[in-house]
């Protein structure tokens, strides 16, 4: 028990150092001085951090229950932490200014000299043109809904990091309710990848994961109410249509009603997307379009190629564990391939996969140092590479070694579990 709480002191204490240093090295958007020592500080302590989180899944894997009290402690100091700064990442700064449109339709109309309620024209000077709204209907639903009230920015913020903590709970929820393994509930709750991601940045993807997180949870006793909680995921981003159909992969999957689950989340999906309009759709289409259409030079259309063939992959990798069962647990970073550019919190989107599989220790464990290191564009393009180029290995190599074993029959592209 004593190893469990020196983890979990680690991780608080190296996350308020990561939390401290990257915001002051990134300071969103504003120069700082000495950035450069503030991101190597945030950047050792993010490798230190992915040690300390596998240090904690060890500890809990010997122990037969989850010990609650040092994992919520851990759990408090982060949340706690994630509200403590109060410069905004400029995606939070874009769903206040979507949310503070004249209308619901007018976020997906917005005009190029847009008007803001007084006391929001730091959005304008982060967002001199704001684009069309590439959110999901629920996502501008809900903003609208909980910062339409406040008057203030700094009380927009400290809306929108609430629906970041507030999903995560949820989603934690869901993973108790799934009945992982303790020690992986501790790797997960105590993960400093979603509060700063989700809470601190403010990003919607943890609304969109924890709804497939709940979906995953009331599969098996209500199989026809996960779906449209699954569909709903979607109409937060986009790519969830796809995600949001491993809540009925592995143990979950019944092949007499596969089909139609499937079919409910789609509907679900695209009827909630037809609030959005035809500008919606046009957006979607360009963000689906723009990995290779905005590539200049010969090295962007080959990275582009390789986002895309990796955006296959995970299709792929979806596909099989949904139809077949069939995973393959380094697959679960692939998923960052399925919007328009591989951002740092997309890696999250690989929890729904990673759940089903041995890989998943692992997976927690690389979060954050992963997450830090795709906060450069250079290194997120060669995270894909590498991502690619090992999923080819792996393909590979389970070919020669059925070859050599003489097993004679095809092999799949993932493995089962």
């Not at 996350?15 to 700082?32: G, I, K, Q």
């Not at 596998?54 to 994630?82: D, E, F, K, N, Q």
Request: net charge positive; charged share 10%; aromatic share 14%.
């Amino acid at each position: 028990m004593k190893s469990v709480w020196a983890a979990c002191a680690s991780i608080a204490a190296l996350y308020v150092a990561e939390a401290a240093s990257f915001t002051h090295a990134l300071h969103y958007s504003m120069p700082m001085p000495h950035a450069g020592v503030y991101r190597i500080a945030a950047g050792i302590a993010a490798a230190l951090l992915t040690g300390a989180v596998y240090w904690l899944y060890v500890a809990v894997r010997r122990l037969s229950s989850l010990p609650a009290v040092p994992i919520l402690a851990c759990a408090l100091i982060m949340g706690a932490t994630s509200f403590a700064f109060i410069n905004p990442h400029r995606d939070a700064l874009a769903y206040i200014a979507y949310a503070k449109q004249p209308t619901f339709a007018s976020a997906y109309n917005v005009p190029p000299d847009y008007v803001l309620p007084p006391g929001f024209s730091e959005i304008k000077r982060e967002w001199p043109a704001l684009p069309t709204c590439s959110y999901g209907p629920l996502w501008l639903w809900v903003a609208r809904a909980l910062t339409g009230p406040v008057q203030s920015l700094a009380g927009c913020m400290l809306v929108m990091r609430f629906i970041g903590l507030l999903s995560l709970v949820l989603m934690f929820a869901a993973v108790v309710r799934l009945r992982a393994p303790p020690a992986v509930v501790a790797a997960t709750i105590a993960n400093p990848f979603w509060y700063f991601f989700y809470v601190l940045e403010a990003h919607n993807d943890g609304l969109a994961l924890m709804l497939v997180a709940a979906a995953m949870a009331i599969a098996v006793p209500l199989p026809f109410v996960a779906p449209v909680v699954a569909g709903a995921a979607a109409l937060v981003k986009a790519p969830f249509i796809l995600i949001g159909a491993l809540a009925f992969s592995g143990a979950r999957s019944a092949r007499n009603r596969l089909w139609l689950q499937l079919a409910i989340l789609a509907a679900v999906a695209v009827a909630g997307s037809l609030f959005g309009g035809r500008r919606y759709f046009e957006k979607l289409f360009f963000h689906g379009t723009q990995t290779y259409s905005t590539s200049q030079s010969t090295l962007g259309h080959l990275f582009a190629a390789i986002h895309i063939a990796l955006a296959i992959l995970a299709i792929v990798a979806i596909a099989a564990a949904v139809l077949r069962a069939r995973f393959s647990g380094p697959l679960s970073f692939s998923f960052v391939a399925l919007s328009s550019f591989p951002y740092p919190w997309y890696l999250g989107w690989g929890l729904p996969y990673a759940y089903d599989t041995p890989f998943v220790p692992a997976f927690l464990a690389l979060l954050s140092v992963f997450g830090f290191l795709m906060n450069s564009e250079p290194v997120a393009r060669l995270f894909e590479a590498a991502v690619l180029v090992a999923a080819i290995a792996v393909f590979l190599r389970r070919r020669y070694q059925l070859r050599t074993e003489g097993a004679g029959a095809a092999v799949p592209l993932v493995s089962s579990r």
